[in-house]
């Protein structure tokens, strides 16, 4: 069965790293999507190391399932080429600083007006009103004021960012994907299309809807706890007898008995201090005393097996080479092998969704800067003077 | 109130507890969806989470607005009759009981599917509906820990730190809309509903999806993803009042000058680590971490709020980190209106976030309030078509309450 997003033919007019995942799962469920590079390629991606082969992993990883095309903006003959292609398209999306997008003439009002059905996207760091509208922003930036950092860190020690500095611009991303998707399906229901506002920074606090609800509730800001959790005790990593860790969760209470049979101290189960979340919550430092203890007597391998077998959340702490021949990621799909003819053999994330009667993928790797201009214009018609 | 969100006449039937599927059907509440949130008498285990506001739990009232709570013991034959009713007539139904258990309930897809063959069911797992680790319940930290999150936190040789957001929940949930959204698009399109499925694993994976063509094939090990593993805790810039970061973006060999001067960091202006007008020396530069010393000697006697200024005066790129009390009262999120306040029956005026993207034609809404348990039982069962009696009797046997 053909994917669902086949026919669906995206103008991505992004940059950096949000605009660009953003459009990329679009491309796995079958949506033609076109990324537009300036001449010379997205200087915002395309320099920043680790490269394979001279090519950004950046560039490389955003841009799966895309053709790309180099437009020059600023020249009114590519700018008329630009709306031309509009004209076939169902889905723009931008995420330029407020008042970049403007100047080129891609605003909204721009679009529509030769697409008044289009789906159109404006992805921004901060919003377009308020002290900080016209500032740019790259993940790090946004971890900082997002406030997440507050929560990170060591036990009594300092707020700590999330080193892998793209945790938010995939979270503004997916959430710019799923509102496209749910923009799609309004415009089947209703004929319209319609503009849709993202901001890097509400993004980033949506994933916090919980501990800033517990922030909310209480007044009392919410500190680094190292592994552990506010809300579920035990939830944390324990070190083990081989200097090992094993990351613990007790989050149903169902779990409880299970983790103190496994632990072979079945006195607590039933012990008041500790029978119910909200007790061990409040009995915090007395439990963790007594079970940090008990898990040194043992190998991190014997508590997977032991908590594994009373069904009580448990996890190695894993890294990449055991990752991606995993069985649990293999037989899922979670991680694959791609074959490319710029890159040679990588490993990229699969897809995060599975759909049983429509599959969407396969993953196929991106292009370089401008590869399928000639074949674009050659399928819409477009002619261009000169290059 | 008229609902003129993208779920307008839908209605979701929502199985799921906790985080993960609660924060995917809020969403769809929120874009005008019916959402039938069925629970067991015992209710969602998310309803005592602490800390609570008077009775209610504050993670429990940000996750479930614009929902209808409807008790039925669905582990009973009866109860599941109701539930597959309900399915029978619903749009999108949202489980996470972990692969294969719906359908041991007597709920499966294929089953509620031969009578309503427009369903679009959502099947959220742990750990994927595959391989040895299918049946192991999964926790926020186990999962952080199996997709490697922590080791971009932290510091070698020390305990494991994890993200302190509940990022395999909630992350995971825009997934899951993402897929509801597509085969409901296909719905539309062709009439046939479907099964999607998302993994907390999965999408903790797929998030870190830079980090694995990072570490395929690189020309060198070089770069801020690859060096990500091996740095220490990353804390920001010192200053005399609290933490900042910042990075140079443009700059010009004069603006760069007046920056050091002021700074009082005179001899480092020709010292190649600063190359570049500062740009290797800040944010994701190749010698950012070596020269943090050298900033943070030069920031101690300054506020944040100084060295801020002073780096956006020559176009750099520079915010305080903020913790949540200073994050909550930020004139940049007021502006943006992120926070709103509900009103509910016993937990009073609480203020939570409010939908988080804007839709020029199909706007979200907040409807109502978190439901307190059951509180939509005897509405929605009357909805079904059953009579006062029947669910009175039904009440009495504990089928429903």
């Known amino acids: ?387 | 109130m008229s609902i003129a969100g993208s779920m307008a006449g839908f209605r979701v039937v929502d199985l799921s507890t906790d985080l993960c599927g609660p924060f995917c059907t809020m969403h769809l509440g929120d874009a005008g969806a019916e959402v039938i949130k069925v629970e067991l008498p015992s209710g969602d285990p998310a309803r005592r989470i602490g800390p609570m506001i008077a009775d209610e739990s504050a993670v429990f009232l940000s996750l479930n607005r614009n929902k209808k709570s409807v008790v039925i013991d669905y582990r009973r034959p009866e109860g599941r009759d109701l539930v597959a009713r309900l399915a029978c007539g619903a749009d999108v139904l949202v489980e996470d009981f972990g692969p294969g258990r719906v359908a041991d309930l007597g709920l499966g897809y294929d089953n509620l599917a031969r009578d309503n063959p427009r369903l679009v069911g959502c099947s959220i797992s742990a750990f994927g509906e595959a391989g040895p680790l299918k049946d192991l319940p999964g926790a926020e930290l186990t999962i952080q820990a199996m997709a490697e999150y922590t080791a971009s936190l932290g510091s070698i040789g020390e305990p494991p730190v994890r993200v302190g957001a509940d990022i395999a929940s909630l992350n995971t949930a825009i997934f899951a809309l993402q897929a509801i959204f597509a085969a409901l698009f296909h719905r539309e399109r062709t009439g046939a509903g479907q099964r999607v499925a998302v993994s907390q694993f999965g999408s903790l994976l797929h998030m870190r999806g830079i980090m694995w063509h990072a570490l395929s094939n690189p020309d060198d090990w070089y770069g801020f993803h690859l060096d990500s593993y091996t740095y220490p805790a990353e804390h920001g810039y010192q200053t005399k009042n609290g933490p900042m970061y910042f990075i140079l973006r443009h700059g010009s060999s004069e603006d760069w000058d007046r920056f050091v001067i002021e700074l009082g960091m005179e001899e480092y202006l020709n010292d190649p680590r600063f190359g570049n007008y500062g740009r290797r020396a800040t944010g994701i530069g190749q010698h950012a971490a070596d020269v943090r010393p050298i900033w943070e000697e030069a920031f101690k006697g300054r506020t944040r709020e100084e060295i801020i200024d002073l780096v956006r005066s020559i176009g750099g790129d520079a915010v305080p980190i903020l913790d949540y009390p200073a994050l909550v009262s930020h004139p940049q999120v007021e502006a943006l209106g992120a926070f709103t306040k509900i009103e509910h029956p016993t937990a009073g005026l609480f203020t939570t976030l409010a939908p988080v993207v804007r839709f020029s034609q199909t706007p979200t809404a907040i409807y109502s309030a978190p439901p307190t348990l059951g509180q939509h039982t005897g509405d929605v069962l009357q909805s079904m078509g059953l009579s006062i009696s029947e669910i009175d009797a039904l009440r009495v046997a504990a089928i429903i309450a």
């Open chain 1, 1 to 387: 069965m053909a994917r669902i997003l086949e026919g669906i033919r995206v103008f991505d007019l992004t940059v950096a790293a949000v605009g660009p995942w953003s459009t990329r799962l679009l491309g796995a469920l079958g949506a033609d999507v076109i990324r537009v590079e300036r001449p010379g390629g997205d200087n915002l991606s395309s320099a920043v190391p680790p490269k394979i082969n001279g090519t950004s992993v950046l560039h490389i990883s955003a841009n799966h399932n895309k053709r790309n095309i180099e437009l020059d903006l600023k020249q009114e003959s590519d700018r008329a080429i630009a709306l031309k292609i509009i004209e076939r398209c169902d889905v723009f999306v931008q995420n330029m600083r407020t008042g970049t997008v403007e100047r080129l003439g891609m605003g909204y009002e721009d679009v529509a007006r030769v697409n008044p059905a289009i789906i159109y996207v404006a992805a921004s760091a901060y919003g377009r009103s308020g002290p900080m509208a016209s500032y740019g922003a790259i993940d790090p930036e946004i971890q900082a004021m997002c406030g997440w950092c507050s929560i990170m860190g060591r036990e009594g020690g300092r707020a700590e960012m999330f080193r892998h500095l793209a945790h938010i611009d995939l979270t503004t991303a997916t959430y710019i994907t799923q509102a496209v998707l749910q923009a799609l399906l309004a415009r089947e229901r209703t004929g319209k299309g319609q503009k849709i506002e993202v901001e890097m920074l509400r993004a980033a606090m949506a994933i916090q809807t919980t501990k800033l609800a517990e922030y909310l509730a209480t007044a009392a800001a919410p500190k680094p706890l190292g592994s552990g959790s506010s809300t579920h005790v035990p939830h944390q990593a324990f070190l083990c007898q081989d200097q090992r860790y094993v990351a613990v969760g007790v989050v149903r209470e169902d779990q409880w008995p299970g983790l103190c049979r496994a632990l072979k101290l079945p006195e607590l189960i039933s012990d008041p201090r500790f029978a119910l979340n909200a007790a061990r919550v409040a009995h915090r430092d007395e439990l963790i005393r007594t079970v940090a203890q008990r898990f040194l007597t043992k190998p991190a391998a014997w508590w997977i097996i032991a908590l594994t077998r009373e069904k009580v959340p448990n996890a190695p702490f894993l890294g990449f080479e055991e990752l991606h021949d995993h069985p649990q990621v293999r037989t899922n799909g979670f991680m694959v092998e791609l074959e490319t003819p710029h890159w040679g053999r990588l490993w990229s994330d699969g897809l995060p969704w599975k759909f049983d009667s429509t599959p969407a993928g396969p993953i196929r790797p991106g292009s370089m800067h401008g590869e399928h201009t000639a074949k674009i214009f050659a399928e819409l018609g477009i002619e261009r003077r000169g290059k």
